[in-house]
């Protein structure tokens, strides 16, 4: 049986799309992860900031990295371990 992609709104209202293969093409246990990035350092932000009026500070924003070194640690987790929700968030300074 063939199983349709997922589909929902991201926090950008851009689509996210998450193909779950069929059981039979598993070659290891399904693990899904939960990723709640707060405000990124992103261009995004930035037009965000000035739609707002606002001053763009990078330091009070996540640096894209930190975020895909958090990612990073979820993916490649000892198989012991199931993270199941990342919710990062930049620290106030």
Known sequence: MRRAPSTRRGPDRDPVVV?????????RPLRVTSVSPGRTDT?????????????????????PETVARTVLHAVTAPPDADITELSIRPTAR
């Open 19 to 27: 193909w779950i293969p069929p059981i039979g093409l598993r070659t």
């Open 43 to 63: 261009d995004m932000q930035r037009a965000v900031v000035a739609h707002e009026g606002g001053q763009y500070d990078a330091d009070r924003f996540l640096r």
